[in-house]
């Protein structure tokens, strides 16, 4: 196995009646100005993406990707995340998980075996 491990973390959240009610614009402004400054100014090596679930759950609204590129990049994450208003104000975290790709092969020296998109 390398050094650096890819991390990628499936974070399920739920929003809060304070991120409710905020307008469109509001959380919009408040994303850009409260929370991607943070990141972007403590973590390096992370990247995100978002998935809407509302429509199918109530008890996770959206699932938020985390793709980092170790362990380290990872843990900053989170503590930058935990002060900022994301954190339990505007969502609720209901869980993580957090694994690494392929890890089994890479630890017993297999090759990895995926789909293949056909």
């Known amino acids: 196995?390398?050094?650096?491990?890819?991390?990628?973390?499936?974070?399920?959240?739920?929003?809060?009646?304070?991120?409710?009610?905020?307008?469109?614009?509001q959380r919009v402004k408040a994303f850009?100005?409260?929370?991607?400054?943070?990141?972007?100014?403590?973590?390096k090596g992370v990247r995100s993406r978002f998935f809407d679930t509302e429509f199918y759950s109530a008890r996770v609204t959206d699932v938020w990707v985390w793709e980092a590129r170790d362990h380290h990049s990872y843990q900053l994450l989170i503590e930058v995340l935990r002060e900022t208003p994301f954190w339990d104000r505007y969502f609720e975290i209901v869980d993580l998980l957090v694994g690494v790709e392929n890890a089994?092969?890479?630890?017993?020296?297999?090759?990895?075996?995926?789909?293949?998109?056909?």
């Open 104 to 118: 089994y092969a890479t630890n017993y020296g297999l090759n990895a075996y995926a789909s293949i998109d056909a």
């Open 1 to 25: 196995m390398s050094e650096t491990t890819e991390v990628t973390a499936f974070m399920l959240v739920k929003t809060t009646p304070e991120w409710l009610g905020l307008t469109v614009e």
């Open 32 to 43: 850009t100005t409260e929370i991607l400054p943070a990141i972007e100014n403590k973590v």
